[in-house]
């Protein structure tokens, strides 16, 4: 982008519309990956990790035992190996008993199911065991208390490293906005251009570096990290808003996700409006993901 193309640019506390907002802050090819992680890490640890098996039994000297009947036998969606038709499917089993003192209970566990198996047909006794004076935590000797092992739980990594990256995302998304709407405007002369380790979409990402004078005539740097360098590198100066009171904060306009352009009165506008409102489409699928994964 030319500076000439843009003679008048508005002095600071510029308005930004919503849709070029909404761009700026979660939208960009980083920040929509980390909403896609957290929304697929949500639902797998929604299926999986809260399935998992985390209940710590005391050793066997202070667990109690007592003699329950099986009320029902439930097949359960999880497998050993899915897709596959030779799989074994987890059980539930479900029972009742009575503790030291007299009260029912009931409870379920899991494992697997031989069919006409004795001890785990309907109506049969079954020895289940829970730590002592808490028979609400009970299970059926060699079952889990739930469909999966602990190893599920590890799914929650991944829902964890979505959460970094969106938080990291939405981090510099505001502090961008802020600059689109209080920065001073300069431009800058790249100064050199260096390929980094990532790719996106298979193309190179590469990480300039522009140089620009403050208003004191003191000069600064200005980086940006994209895979669109043909964006920054079209013009022989670029266009950038920066902190006076911190110039090494700054902002290249053209790395800006919504690809702002400026009207005749040098107000900020969203290039596309309808997709700076699309990128919210992904961190609405993802809070559903997540919150449906904690909610009990």
């Not at 053209?254 to 900020?268: I, K, R, Y």
């Not at 409006?273 to 609405?284: D, E, F, T, Y």
């Amino acid at each position: 982008m030319n500076a000439r193309s843009h003679p008048t640019i508005a002095l600071p506390r510029r308005p930004v519309p919503p849709s070029l907002r909404c761009a700026v802050i979660v939208g960009g090819m980083v920040n929509q990956l980390g909403w896609g992680l957290l929304a697929f890490g949500g639902f797998l640890a929604g299926v999986f990790g809260r399935n998992a098996d985390l209940s710590a039994f005391p050793p066997d000297g202070s667990r109690q035992r007592a003699t329950a009947t099986i009320t029902a036998v439930e097949k359960t969606g999880f497998s050993d190996r899915p897709g596959r038709r030779s799989r074994k499917f987890v059980y539930a089993h479900r029972y009742s008993f009575r503790d030291t003192g007299g009260a029912e209970h009931t409870g379920a566990s899991y494992g697997w199911h031989t069919n006409g198996a004795a001890d785990t047909q309907v109506g049969r006794n079954v020895q289940v065991e829970y730590p002592a004076g808490q028979p609400q935590q009970s299970r059926i000797v060699g079952m889990r208390r739930r469909p999966l092992g602990p190893a599920a739980a590890l799914t929650w990594l991944i829902p964890a490293a979505g959460v970094l990256v969106v938080l990291r995302g939405l981090r510099r998304g505001l502090r961008d906005v802020h600059l689109l709407t209080h920065g001073q405007p300069a431009t800058g002369v790249l100064k050199s251009k260096r390929a980094t380790a990532t790719k996106i979409n298979d193309r190179q990402v590469y990480e300039l570096t522009f140089e620009f004078a403050g208003d004191d005539g003191t000069k600064h740097t200005a980086k940006a990290r994209t895979h669109q360098a043909e964006l920054l590198t079209d013009d022989a100066e670029e266009l950038l808003v920066y902190d006076p009171m911190q110039p090494d904060r700054a902002v290249m306009i053209d790395a800006l996700p919504g690809q702002p352009v400026f009207d005749e009165a040098g107000l900020p506008h969203a290039r596309r409006p309808a997709r700076g409102w699309l990128s919210l489409v992904l961190p609405a699928i993802a809070i559903i993901a997540l919150a449906a994964a904690v909610a009990k």
